[in-house]
C-alpha cells in the first residue's frame, strides 16, 4: 500500500546517520520507493551492532524490474528488499524460492547464495513476531479469525494465521471473487465472504485483522461496525498511519485486545538484516520509538520545512 505520510528525502543522500560505506550494502528497491522506512530500520541496527555495512533506496520502474538480478550485482548489492509493486516478480525472477515465497507467489527478501538469487517473503513470519510480542499467547487457542481485504497483505496474513492453526479464517472482502480466489489457493479452512456479511462473520471470532488501506492517512475511514467477537478477541491493522487506526480505537473501547501495525514492519526486516549482515538484530523499543517518531505527522512537517529552508 503507499504511505501517505511519506518522507521524500532520499537516504542515500540526505540522512545524517548515514552508515559506513564500507562492509555489504543491500537496498530496498520499489517504485516509488520514496516511502519506505527500511534503510532508517536497518542503518539503525548497523550502527547498533557496530557492523560496517550501508542499506540503501532504489527506485526501479516496471520497465527495468525483468533486470533485476544484474541491477542488484551492478550496484554491488548482497541482497535487499522488495516492495510494491515487484513482489510478484521478484518471486519469479528468483533463481531459487523458499516454501514460504512460493505458498505466497511473492518474495520480499533477496540474497545470493554461490552466485544464485535466492527469494523468501518474511511479510506472514512479520506478522506473527509482532502479535507474539506484543500479544503474548494471543494464539493459544486459535478459532474462528477474520481478515477484512483479499490484496497482497492478505495473502501473508492469512498464511501467517493458518500457520497457527486458526480454523476456520473467514476472508471478507468487497470484490467477493478476489476472496475466492484466495480460498482456492490456500483451502478448506478459508471462507470467503461479501463485506455485507462482516458483521455475521466476526461472532464467535476471536481474532481480527484489516489488511486493507481503510483508515490509513489519506484514504477511507474504518466506520465498520465491529461487535459479536469473543469477549478477549484480538484486533490487529496492519495500517501503521496513523499507528492508531479507527479499527483499533474502536476495539480498545470495547475492551478487545490490540496491536498496531508497526510491529510488522519491523519484525519483517529480521531475517533479511542476518542474511545481509550476519547477525541477528533486535527489535527494540528504542528502534519502535525511532519509527514513531519518524511517522508523527508534526516530526514530517517539521522536517519538510527544514529542508525546504536549507
Ligand atoms: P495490498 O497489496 O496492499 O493488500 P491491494 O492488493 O490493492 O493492496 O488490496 C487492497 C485491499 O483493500 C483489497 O482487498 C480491497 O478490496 P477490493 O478487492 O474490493 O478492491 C480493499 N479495499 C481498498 N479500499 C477499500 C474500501 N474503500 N472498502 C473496502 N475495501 C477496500
Not at 530500520?41 to 550501508?54: F, P
Not at 479469525?145 to 490484496?151: D, E, K, N, P
Not at 493458518?162 to 475466492?180: G, S, W
Not at 519491523?266 to 514513531?292: D, M, S
Request: contains cysteine; aromatic residues 6%.
Amino acid at each position: 500500500m503507499p504511505d501517505p505520510a511519506a518522507r521524500p528525502d532520499d537516504l542515500r543522500t540526505a540522512h545524517p546517520d548515514s552508515a559506513s560505506e564500507a562492509g555489504p550494502k543491500a537496498a530496498v528497491m520499489g517504485w516509488p520507493v520514496d516511502h519506505s522506512r527500511s534503510p532508517i530500520i536497518h542503518r539503525h541496527w548497523l550502527r547498533d551492532l557496530g557492523l560496517a555495512g550501508d542499506y540503501e533506496r532504489l527506485a526501479i520502474a516496471p520497465d527495468d524490474i525483468s533486470d533485476l538480478k544484474s541491477i542488484l550485482l551492478d550496484h554491488g548489492y548482497v541482497g535487499g528488499n522488495i516492495t510494491i509493486p515487484h513482489k510478484e516478480a521478484a518471486f519469479r525472477l528468483a533463481d531459487h524460492v523458499d516454501p514460504v515465497a512460493r505458498d505466497l507467489g511473492a518474495a520480499n527478501t533477496l540474497w545470493f547464495e554461490a552466485g544464485r538469487l535466492c527469494a523468501t517473503n518474511t511479510d506472514g513470519y512479520g506478522f506473527l513476531a509482532n502479535l507474539d510480542d506484543r500479544v503474548p499467547g494471543w494464539a493459544a487457542a486459535p478459532g474462528k479469525a477474520v481478515v477484512l481485504g483479499a490484496g497482497g497483505a492478505a495473502r501473508a496474513v492469512i498464511w501467517a494465521l493458518l500457520q497457527r492453526n486458526f480454523d476456520p479464517v473467514i476472508v471478507v472482502n468487497r470484490t467477493l471473487e478476489k476472496a475466492e480466489v484466495l480460498a482456492d489457493l490456500f483451502g478448506p479452512r478459508l471462507v470467503a465472504t461479501p463485506l455485507a456479511d462482516f458483521a455475521a462473520a466476526q461472532r464467535g471470532a476471536g481474532f481480527l485483522v484489516n489488511t486493507t488501506s481503510l483508515g490509513m492517512h489519506g484514504a477511507s475511514e474504518f466506520d465498520l461496525p465491529l461487535g459479536g467477537m469473543e469477549e478477549d478477541a484480538v484486533v490487529t491493522d496492519i495500517v501503521y498511519t496513523p499507528l492508531e487506526t479507527g479499527l483499533l480505537r474502536q476495539a480498545a473501547s470495547r475492551c478487545l485486545r490490540t496491536a498496531d501495525g508497526l510491529g510488522m514492519l519491523l519484525h519483517q526486516a529480521v531475517p533479511g538484516f542476518e542474511k545481509w549482515f550476519g547477525r541477528r538484530p533486535e527489535v527494540t523499543a528504542r528502534l519502535r520509538q525511532i519509527l514513531v517518531d519518524d511517522l508523527d505527522p508534526k516530526t514530517v512537517e517539521e522536517t519538510q520545512n527544514r529542508e525546504t529552508r536549507a
